[in-house]
């Protein structure tokens, strides 16, 4: 994990998790696909502190992982799919990835996805009749995208709002 490489350092990645636990935002650069297309590879992810046990399903949790082996850290930003509260552990996976994880306890959670900066945006070309399909859908979803701004982390409002950030991404220019 050399710094010229685009990864982060040990250091600076124990600095980021230092300042989630102690209730500061971060910003880093995800690497990985598994959460594409709404996080793209190379995206700017910011992440604020949340206690485990407020995340909802549907919320895309990062947690750090510790191997028992020499491996460095691991960090996770997966969707929260359920929570089992007696066992302290929430079940998680990739929005591209075929399974689900394993389960991740409580304390490796360290904060909640709030906003994703796509660094460089892919030319998306559709076909004039999907952009005619994606133009209705966006004009009936719009009276809804009101209450989303009302309701933010009801489960409706996050639908809402992921299908908006779809849409609008499909939409163009």
């Known amino acids: 994990m050399g710094s010229d490489s685009g990864q982060l350092t040990e250091e600076k990645a124990a ?15 995800a690497l990985g696909g ?40 691991v960090w996770i930003l997966h969707r929260v799919i359920s929570h089992n509260r007696r066992t302290q552990t929430l079940s ?4 591209r990835l075929p399974m689900i994880d394993e389960p991740r306890l409580y304390s490796q959670v360290v904060g909640v ?6 660094l460089s945006e892919p030319s ?33 409002g996050r639908s809402i709002g992921l299908a908006s950030f779809y849409l609008q991404r499909l939409r163009g220019p």
């Open 15 to 29: 600095l980021l998790v230092d300042a989630l636990i102690q209730g500061h935002s971060v910003r880093f650069k």
């Open 34 to 73: 598994s959460m594409s297309p709404l996080i793209p590879p190379e995206s700017l992810v910011t992440i604020h502190p949340c206690p485990p046990f407020e995340l909802r399903r549907g919320d895309v949790a990062l947690c750090v992982v510790s191997p028992t082996d020499d491996k460095k850290q």
């Open 92 to 95: 998680m996976a990739g929005d």
């Open 113 to 118: 996805l709030s906003e994703v900066s796509v």
């Open 124 to 156: 998306l070309v559709t076909p004039r009749s999907e952009r005619r399909v994606i133009m209705i859908i966006w004009r009936l979803i719009s009276p809804l995208r009101r209450l989303y701004a009302s309701h933010p982390r009801s489960l409706l």
